[in-house]
Nanobody
């Protein structure tokens, strides 16, 4: 599968933004998906993940309650809705995928994914 992230931009603190990640290739329904972000000078950080079926989600502590991940298998896409954005959310956001068995636990680690999109910049001004 190949991934293409989009939807980033410049917003003000308190605003909302939605990111999309379009997948191409077969068997998208077999993939668990994740969103990560990387700010300048920092390591790539887990943001959110969704299971292969879409029935389970997991969030990083810093975004819990503000961000929502969802998946549309028919459209071969995963989304990240970001509310109440803060300057510390500024980063390049990456979507990632890993083909897994149906019962696999959600991974929150970079090494848990083997396919990455190109990233989309999100900048939040104060």
């Amino acid at each position: 599968v190949q991934l293409q992230a989009s939807g980033g931009g410049l917003v003000q603190a308190g605003d909302s933004l939605s990111l999309s990640c379009a997948a191409s290739g077969p068997s998208f329904s077999r993939y668990a998906m994740g969103w990560f972000r990387q700010a300048p000078g920092k390591e790539r950080e887990f943001v959110a993940a969704i299971s292969r079926s879409g029935s389970s989600t997991y969030y990083g502590d810093s975004v819990k309650g503000r961000f929502t991940i969802s998946k549309d298998i028919a459209k071969k896409a995963v989304f990240l809705r970001m509310n109440s954005l803060q300057p510390e959310d500024t980063a390049v956001y990456y979507c990632a995928a890993k083909q897994v068995i149906l019962t696999a636990p959600i991974s929150t680690e970079v090494r848990g994914y083997d396919t990455w999109g190109q990233g989309t910049q999100v900048t939040v001004s104060s």
